[in-house]
């Protein structure tokens, strides 16, 4: 396998620049090999085909499709003692655009086939729009409010317990392969993880975020951390093992200028970005096979925000809670076949992804984690079980510091209350200006219904005030000092303007640009 991965490098390799590209060629064939050269989904094909020839040739044991099995097996996972896990976070994956949730466009083939297998998660709230604080709560179980991770310095608390520290004292061999320095090791998200880091990127890429008043990108595809985790998975089979993979390319809108796949349009770019993700999903899900443990593995596939594209008057996340930057999927594939799959339609929160996780696996559940098991939900789902009252009915919670970016004590936070068929928004700064959506009527939040139910606004604005007001947790919350290479990272990914400045003028600008051709993106 990896004298292929090799290969494909060394075939697909283009000048190491990151600033505009080889002067136009009139030669025909010089124009048609650069531009699928350039292409990521060339340099994909490639190493698919390569992959599949390494598989023929070299591997041993080549296992096939899992066994079937029913959704009461579920329950006796936790008695196994060879399971692995493969968790994948789909960087601002909004659920609504995964084939997988009903949308027209086949954008995610690999990971509809893993749902028709395994459980989907219909209704799934993420704890903020954007990922330090979002991440901070998926991987602890615990709300903002209580992590305290709200601020683009804060790190995580030394006293909260992560996933990857279970599985590692359970003798799982552990690695988190990233892409978002949100997440990176100063962070404190690397506890527990026997490797962690960032892939070496193979090549630079178009991506539209690319394109914002920046002077940094974000180099490599997706595909750098598919390679990687291909050799893990490969080097590890023979061992228990827990594999983390934070893909960024649906994040940075990475396109394919030789042939786009939907169109020109933001949404359309992120829509191509996305089935590009899908395939290297599917090339995971091929190395689980070759190596013979993809009945032994527990697939997660998972978002840690959504993104927006004016349905509100803004493109992007990390500046509102509406639907759209909070609704996203949730898949968990067993290793065995649900026949017709599991479709879990009440609502639920990134809290619940590892208190599920563990459970399932039968490992110590997370300290302090408000999050719930969910597999009470989907055993009843499956009609192999009565619904827990306590998980029917819940008020889900979501918040978002906006001034996430800067520095100083003021807060200036939006709380999202979801309880279905209601969203409410509620902002600390301005209390009168709550909005309140009636999902039955208005999926698309885009009717204030507040100021004709003054009662329902009362009840959640006390509710409110009392999530607010619950005593927090005795622990400090680490400020992290970044450093010039960290800066620069991030502005790659769009967040800061300068070392020293915030990002919103940036993103207004990068707005503004977007908005005069309605989203399209200009070359």
Do not use: C
């Amino acid at each position: 396998m990896l004298w292929a991965v090799a290969f494909v490098n060394r075939l697909t390799r283009k000048p190491q620049t990151l600033s505009g590209g080889p002067q136009r060629r009139w030669r025909f064939e010089s124009v048609f090999l650069r531009k699928w050269r350039d292409s990521p989904w060339l340099y994909f094909a490639l190493a698919g085909v390569l992959l599949l020839v390494a598989v023929l040739s070299q591997f041993e044991r080549v296992g096939g499709e899992v066994p079937k099995g029913r959704a009461e097996d579920l329950a006796s996972l936790g008695d196994r003692e060879d399971l692995n896990v493969l968790f994948i976070v789909i960087d601002t994956l909004r659920a609504d655009r995964l084939s997988a949730y009903g949308y027209q466009r086949q954008t995610t083939p690999n990971i509809d086939a893993l749902a028709a297998r395994g459980i989907r998660f219909e209704n799934v709230e993420a704890q903020s729009s954007w990922t330090k604080a979002s991440m901070a709560s998926l991987w602890t179980g615990i709300s903002p409010e209580q992590t305290g991770v709200s601020r683009f310095s804060h790190a995580l608390p030394d006293e909260v317990s992560l996933p990857a520290e279970i599985l590692q004292e359970n003798g799982f061999r552990t690695a988190g392969i990233w892409r978002n320095g949100w997440v990176a090791n100063n962070f404190g998200f690397d506890r527990g993880f026997d490797l962690y880091y960032r892939p070496t990127p193979n090549r630079p890429t178009n991506g539209a975020r690319s394109h914002s008043p920046s002077s940094h990108r974000l180099v490599g595809t997706d595909f750098d951390a598919t390679q990687a985790g291909v050799e893990f998975l490969t080097g590890n089979r023979d061992q228990r093992f827990f594999l983390y993979l934070h893909y960024m390319d649906v994040h940075q809108y990475l396109y394919n200028e030789a042939a786009p796949e939907y169109g020109s349009s933001f949404s359309d770019i992120y829509d191509s970005a996305l089935h590009w993700v899908d395939q290297n999903v599917g090339v995971l899900v091929d190395s689980l096979r070759a190596d013979g443990v993809l009945d032994k593995t527990v697939i997660v596939i998972a978002s840690d925000h959504g993104e927006a594209f004016f349905e509100h008057g803004g493109e992007g996340h990390a500046r509102n809670l509406y639907w759209e930057v909070q609704s996203v999927p949730l898949i968990v594939v067993p290793p065995f076949a649900i026949e017709g799959g599991v479709v879990v339609e009440e609502p639920v929160a990134n809290l619940d992804i590892w208190p599920t996780v563990l459970d399932l696996l039968g490992l110590p559940a997370l300290s302090h984690a408000e999050g719930k098991s969910l597999l009470p939900l989907v055993l009843a789902a499956a009609g192999a079980g009565t619904k827990p009252t306590e998980l029917e009915g819940r008020t889900l919670f979501a918040q978002l510091d906006r001034h996430w970016g800067g520095r100083g004590d003021g807060l200036d936070e939006i709380i999202s209350l979801r309880r279905e068929p209601y969203r409410f928004l509620y902002s600390t700064q301005e209390p009168e200006a709550v909005e309140l959506f009636d999902h039955s009527a208005d999926p698309g939040e885009q009717e204030n219904i507040g100021q004709n139910n003054p009662e329902r606004v009362a009840e959640f604005s006390r509710e409110v005030e009392e999530f607010l007001a619950r005593p927090k947790q005795g622990w400090e919350v680490p400020e992290v000092e970044l450093d010039e290479m960290m800066r620069a990272q991030l502005r790659a990914l769009g967040y800061m303007r300068t070392p020293v400045e915030g990002n919103e003028a940036a993103r207004k600008k990068a707005e503004a640009e977007r908005a005069k051709s309605g989203g399209q993106w200009q070359e």
